[in-house]
């Protein structure tokens, strides 16, 4: 397959289970504060299964930025997330009006913060792939667990942030 025609699949895949997530959003705890380990529901395309061997699925479901800016979702390349293999990510950014953001500057940090640290790696977003698109390379998870993935998203003169929480099984 190519990279193109992957990328292709993998943006479909994300358009499906972003219309997925809002239909099951009401079956699950939709609501900010929740607990942590239901916080950050990570879907596959058979639904809600967080029980799997693996993170249960490769996309994170869109989120608003803490000031409400920007919706940000994500989806893993690497399906399933499996420890100690490194992946990319892609993300997508739109403005709380649906427009996708294109000019987005993002850096990342993140890690586990029950155990006090970072990626094992240094992920960092490589390529603008246009419609609100950004290739995020180098992820890699080490252990299984809670971890988080902050992303700091600059568009113009604007500025927010997002914390995806989610669970390494
Ligand atoms: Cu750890």
């Known amino acids: 397959m190519t990279k193109k025609s992957f990328l292709v699949a993998a943006l479909m895949t994300l358009a499906f289970l972003l219309s997925a997530c809002n239909m099951v959003a009401p079956m699950q705890n939709g609501e900010e504060g929740m607990p942590m380990d239901e916080g950050m529901a990570m879907d596959d395309d058979s639904g809600m299964d967080m029980s799997g061997g ?5 996309a994170i479901e869109a989120q608003s930025t803490e000031n409400g800016l920007f919706i940000v979702s ?7 997330v499996v420890i100690n293999e490194t992946h990319s990510w892609i993300i997508h950014i739109e403005t709380a009006d649906e427009t996708p953001v294109i000019d987005a500057d993002i ?5 586990m913060p029950e155990h006090n640290h970072g990626f094992p790696t240094a992920p960092r977003v490589t390529e603008n792939l246009g419609d609100g698109d950004y290739l995020l390379e180098g992820m890699r998870f080490n252990m299984g667990g809670v971890w988080v993935l902050t992303l700091e998203i600059s568009s113009g003169d604007q500025t927010d942030s997002v914390t995806f929480e989610f669970e390494l099984k």
């Open 107 to 111: 850096s990342i940090d993140g890690g």
């Open 74 to 80: 994500a989806v893993s390349q690497l399906d399933p």
């Open 54 to 58: 693996s993170m249960a699925g490769d």
